[in-house]
């Protein structure tokens, strides 16, 4: 079945600079592939998503990137601020369980000002 | 528009006990989903539901029972909590099944069982 590994776990920049975050997945048949973000003491909030057959996509200062052949995606922030501090989830659509997504283990960003 | 609610907010529950967690919402979603939360393990789907009088099998379903009775309720049942059953439990739903539609999740509940 379909496994997401997600790193870092955790990560801490300086406001305004940028923050990566990676992701792997591990089924070929994999097409849909979006990223969460979750505050504090709150519910995860769909942020950015991208399907498999574009490369990028950008969306004001978060961009995702995928790489099908890699089997690997990525959640680029510019201009990093205090707000985007939260732990963001990305999620892999698996063809098991009803075809519904896979999440991996969360990356906890840290936005110092 | 209230979205998702769910409660209780927050519990502790004694190992054996029997516990019903609510989730209701006000979308009219056709396809509602438990997830559990755990540390380092991210979120784990438990149960889904495509439409009302369907459920399906998660990737962690051992210990949980769900229905879905009407499209704007899906109850999750613990019927003998054990303590790995501590997490905390989100319910969402998406417009569509399939998994490529936005999922909107509630705020989640926290369950301690001791």
């Not at chain 2, 006000?26 to 439409?51: C, E, F, K, P, V």
């Not at chain 2, 790995?84 to 369950?111: D, N």
Request: aromatic residues 10%; charged residues 20%.
């Amino acid at each position: 079945g379909e496994n997401v590994e997600q790193h870092p776990s955790t990560l801490s920049v300086q406001e305004g600079d940028s923050a990566v975050i990676k992701c792997t997945y591990s089924d070929s048949a994999s097409n849909y592939f979006p990223w969460y973000k979750q505050e504090l003491g709150k519910g995860p909030q769909l942020i950015i998503d991208i399907r498999s057959n574009v490369g990028e996509k950008k969306d004001q200062r978060i961009a995702v990137t995928l790489n099908k052949t890699a089997k690997h995606f990525s959640l680029h922030i510019t201009e990093t601020q205090p707000e985007d501090s939260a732990v963001y989830f990305c999620a892999a659509r698996s063809m098991e369980y009803g075809n519904k997504l896979v999440f991996g283990a969360g990356t906890i960003l840290r936005v110092k000002s | 528009i209230a979205g998702i609610t769910q409660a209780p907010t927050s519990q502790i529950l004694a190992a054996g006990r029997r516990m019903t967690l609510r989730c209701t919402q006000d979308m009219r979603h056709n396809a509602m989903y438990w997830y559990r939360q755990d540390l380092g393990l991210g979120l784990r789907l438990i149960h889904y539901s495509n439409t009302a009088g369907t459920t399906g099998k998660g990737e962690v379903p051992d210990g949980y029972s769900v229905s879905r009775a009407n499209t704007d309720d899906f109850p999750l049942t613990l019927a003998s909590a054990v303590p790995s059953q501590t997490s905390v439990y989100f319910c969402a739903s998406s417009v569509g099944s399939g998994g490529i539609y936005e999922q909107y999740f509630g705020p989640g509940t926290r369950l301690t069982v001791t």
